[in-house]
Nanobody, 124 residues
C-alpha cells in the first residue's frame, strides 16, 4: 500500500517556475516507477513525466520536454517535478502516481496509486 500527497502547486505568471513534490508512505516507494500526470476539467488525465525506481529511466511528454525535470529522493520517499518556463496551457491539476513496473509507463492504467492532486494555475 502506498499513499501519495502532492504539494507545491499555486498561481504563477507565465514564464515562471514551480516545484511540485509528491511524498509517499509505504515500503514499496523505492521500487516503484513514479509518474506525474495532469488533468483539466472535461479532459482525460494526461501524462507529463515519469521516472523509474532508481532514476535510470526518465521520460517526458513532448509538451513539457526541455522545460520540466523530474527527480526522486528514495531516502525521503519523495518525487519532484520542477516546472520552468511555465505557459498558460500548463494550467491543470497535477497528480502523481506510483506503479509496480520497472519501466516507464505513460498510460494511467499502469499506475496503482494516486495522490489527491495539486492545482497549478499559470496566468498569461
Amino acid at each position: 500500500q502506498v499513499q501519495l500527497v502532492e504539494s507545491g502547486g499555486g498561481l504563477v505568471q507565465a514564464g515562471g517556475s514551480l516545484r511540485l513534490s509528491c511524498a509517499a508512505s509505504g515500503r514499496t516507494f523505492g521500487s516503484s516507477t513514479m509518474g506525474w500526470f495532469r488533468q483539466i476539467p472535461g479532459k482525460e488525465r494526461e501524462f507529463v513525466a515519469a521516472i523509474t525506481w532508481n532514476g535510470g529511466g526518465i521520460y517526458f511528454s513532448n509538451s513539457v520536454k526541455g522545460r520540466f525535470t523530474i527527480s526522486r529522493d528514495n531516502a525521503k520517499n519523495t518525487v519532484y517535478l520542477q516546472m520552468n518556463s511555465l505557459k498558460s496551457e500548463d494550467t491543470a491539476v497535477y497528480y502523481c502516481g506510483a506503479g509496480p513496473m520497472t519501466t516507464i509507463v505513460t498510460r494511467t492504467g499502469g499506475y496503482t496509486y494516486w495522490g489527491q492532486g495539486t492545482q497549478v494555475t499559470v496566468s498569461s
